[in-house]
C-alpha cells in the first residue's frame, strides 16, 4: 500500500506543474482542495477566486511560461498529507523580452476523496 500511496502524492506534484503549464486555470483547479491557501511574495490567497485571479495574471505578464521544479525533497508523507520543497523555475516573455527565474518552493497536499489534492503552496524568490 506505500507504494501506492507515495506515488501518489508525487504523481499529484507532476500533475500540478503539468496543469499550471496548460495555462488553464480549470486544470489547476482540480488539484486544489477547496480551503487551499497560497502565499506569495506579494500576496495571500485565501479563496480558489484569488488564487485563479493571481495566476491567470501571473500568465499574462509571463507570456508563454514554462514552469518547472527540482530538486524535490518530500519532507513528510504518509496515507493522509504529503509536504515537499523544492525549486521552482519560470521562464517566458515580459513584454516580448525572454525572461527566466527561480526561487523556493513549499507544497502541501493532502487527500480528500481519495484523491491528493494541494492545499498549501508557498513560493519566496
Not at 58 to 63: D, E, L, S, T
Not at 101 to 107: F, P, Y
Request: aromatic share 14%; with cysteine; hydrophobic share 35%.
Amino acid at each position: 500500500a506505500e507504494g501506492g500511496i507515495k506515488m501518489g502524492y508525487q504523481q499529484a506534484l507532476s500533475r500540478y506543474i503539468d496543469a499550471t503549464n496548460t495555462h488553464d486555470f480549470n486544470n489547476v483547479k482540480a488539484l486544489l482542495h477547496p480551503q487551499a491557501v497560497y502565499w506569495f511574495t506579494d500576496r495571500t490567497c485565501t479563496s480558489l477566486e484569488e488564487i485563479e485571479a493571481y495566476f491567470k495574471h501571473a500568465w499574462h505578464v509571463i507570456q508563454d511560461e514554462v514552469y518547472r521544479a527540482t530538486n524535490v525533497q518530500w519532507l513528510t508523507a504518509d496515507e493522509n498529507a504529503a509536504t515537499c520543497i523544492y525549486t521552482y523555475h519560470y521562464e517566458g516573455y515580459h513584454n516580448g523580452t525572454f525572461v527566466s527565474g527561480s526561487g523556493r518552493a513549499t507544497n502541501v497536499f493532502t487527500v480528500m476523496n481519495n484523491e491528493w489534492k494541494l492545499i498549501h503552496e508557498h513560493l519566496s524568490s
